[in-house]
């Protein structure tokens, strides 16, 4: 497992598929919301496609970055299970094709555990971060969550046993939350 020390650091060994979990820099209240609504120490959650590239859904887009996380803390998570060369370019293709969608936020905002969401046919034209990044497994046969039909959270993808911790850069308080140590 890898750790930075350093705040800002990217994790130089991100591949198609993986995913990275964080904790956004300062204070939002969209951030703080998410996190109490989900008894999570993650609000936010983007799709690695390569190259150092990510796609997430923040803001009012999806959109690309690179070698810049959104977050301050960040979990680099890795799948547990065989991707196939094919898989990871149908994730990648699929992603690639959501850049420019408008932001899910009537979904953002009406979200909690008890509610029932269909994943497969949401809303194909606007997206929330781990809603997409669920999706974009879900393409190649993957349920990442364990709630099926609920919507997903950024915890929900960080908890999933089809995904492992590959590296942090995490504060010292909440290292057991972290790596479970």
């Given at each position: 497992?890898?750790k930075?020390d ?26 703080w ?8 120490q993650?609000?936010h ?19 690309t ?11 680099h ?28 936020w ?16 949401g ?5 929330f971060c ?10 190649v ?12 959270f950024?915890?929900d ?18 290292m ?6």
């Open positions: 497992m890898q930075h350093t705040l800002g650091h990217y994790p130089t060994d991100t591949m198609i598929g993986d995913i990275i979990a964080c904790r956004s820099h300062g204070w939002s209240p969209m951030s919301i998410i996190r109490k609504k989900t008894s999570s993650v609000n959650v983007s799709s690695c496609i390569g190259n150092g590239e990510m796609v997430e859904a923040l803001g009012s887009v999806v959109r970055k690179t070698n810049r996380l959104t977050g301050e803390w960040w979990i998570l890795r799948p547990t299970g065989y991707i196939t060369d094919a898989n990871k370019v149908a994730m990648r293709e699929f992603l690639v094709s959501q850049v420019g969608k408008k932001y899910d009537k979904a953002i905002w009406g979200f909690g555990p008890w509610q029932s969401y269909d994943h497969v046919n809303h194909p034209d606007k997206w781990s809603e997409l990044v669920w999706q974009s497994y879900y393409k046969g993957t349920q990442l969550s364990r709630r099926p039909n609920c919507y997903v950024p915890t993808i960080l908890e999933s046993p089809l995904v492992k911790v590959a590296g942090y850069q995490w504060p010292k308080s909440l057991e939350w972290v790596t479970g140590e």
